[in-house]
């Protein structure tokens, strides 16, 4: 694929991923102004994916929104990750139980992927994007992702994910990771505060069943002045969601 085909690719990704975050219908101005694109290229492109069926355009308001074809591309995915979707369920139901931040994230090499968030209703709150990636020694999630693996290979994950962390402040030792990792492996849950987010606090746990043979992990999160006080009333909700998961094992107590 030649070098003007590549960025014209990420364009569509990138316009793809703006109209999540907006949610709403958008003009051709307000997509380049946001992305940076000159109008001219912009113009082309969001008339190709107009052509195509993944755009509609309503010519008396000049915006565009994507069509259910854009929705549709990816429905198949949850069901070949994680079957039926119970998985979905339990996260909405720990979501109504505590108002917080719900993610499941997966190893995408030597990081963690967010692969489905549900936002935090609760009005101080941290966002997190969907797809978004962090070096596994950035989070708590990233420890409990680690915890499947044996520790010759956990430290060949924190040497490469420091080397793809770009601030050397934010690398972390490697004595203190196989800490935290076979921690979080002996208790059955990682649990961290201001990672990735100063005044931030997660805690994390393994789901019992693998999507595509990966490991999966799914946390809570939101500000350490709501987690760290609910914390045990937290890991107990968590495991008594899970446990209802089919393929679930009893979960250790704290």
């Known amino acids: 694929m030649s070098a003007p085909s590549v960025k014209s690719a990420v364009r569509v990704l990138e316009i793809l991923a703006l109209f999540e975050r907006e949610r709403s219908p958008q003009t051709l101005k307000s997509i380049c102004d946001a992305l940076g694109y000159p109008q001219s290229s912009g113009t082309v492109l969001l008339k190709n994916l107009a052509t195509l069926g993944y755009l509609s355009y309503d010519r008396a308001q000049r915006r565009y929104f994507p069509t259910l074809k854009v929705a549709s591309l990816g429905d198949w995915i949850s069901h070949a990750l994680f079957g039926q979707g119970d998985v979905f369920e339990l996260m909405r139901d720990l979501h109504s139980a505590t108002g917080e931040a719900v993610s499941i994230a997966l190893q995408n ?3 963690m992927q967010y692969i489905r968030v549900i936002q935090s209703i609760h009005p101080l709150r ?37 080397i793809a962390t770009p601030r050397t402040d934010e690398r972390q030792p490697l004595e203190l990771m196989l800490q935290r990792v076979r921690e979080a492996r002996a208790q059955g849950y990682a649990y961290a505060e201001h990672i990735p987010i100063a005044g931030g606090a997660t805690i994390c746990m393994l789901l019992p ?27 107990a909700l968590m495991r008594a969601e899970i446990s209802r998961y089919p393929g679930s094992v009893p979960a250790r107590a704290a």
């Open 109 to 111: 090499d030597v990081h």
């Open 126 to 162: 941290f966002h997190t994007e969907e797809g978004s990636m962090r070096p596994l020694t950035q989070s708590a999630t990233g420890w409990m992702l680690m915890t499947s693996f044996q520790d010759r290979e956990v430290e060949r994950l924190v040497r490469r994910a420091n």
């Open 209 to 235: 069943a693998t999507a595509l043979g990966r490991t999966a992990a799914i946390g809570i999160g939101g500000p350490i002045d709501r987690i760290r006080p609910h914390k045990a009333h937290l890991l």
